[in-house]
């Protein structure tokens, strides 16, 4: 019932989806590009329309205050502490390890604002996990979105980091605040 709600709610904003949900029960899931906290209520919608399972978000810690941060876990976040990224990383992979279903969406920029060089994070917690990486979007222009391909990593982030953000750039995609997001 929510799943159609959601779907529901999905199109009634003018969102179409053009896909389905990963097939693996652990995954990673690239959401690009990320320049609005709208971005995350999309997604939301998007993947539970699907009915395959809740997927999670990081989200900056500071968001986490009173019933906002229960309203958030409700919804897939995960309290994010950014001044420690190895910290970060860890408790991801250990996540990954104790739940049967654990599909996480991040953003490689990890930003709303505009960069040109994309974190490689994500990259070392789907080596370190056993995941694969899905290259999922957003377009506000066309209003379309998806879970996109599946990416077959490397042992080099850095060189899959900018293989993948020459497939976006190929994309054509547009932000919401089409300034927050730059190709190279």
Known sequence: MWAKFCGFLLRALGWTADS??????????????HTSIWDFLISYLFYTSLDAGKAKVMIKKEFFVGPMGWLLRKLGGIPTDRTNATTLVKSLITEFEKDDYFVLAIAPEGTRKAVKKWKTGYHTIARAAGVPVYLGYFDWKTKRIGVGKKFELSDDARADTDRIQAIYETMHLVGKHPDGYITK
Do not use: F, R, S, T
């Open 20 to 33: 389905g949900p990963v097939e693996e029960q652990k995954a990673i899931i690239l959401g690009v590009p």
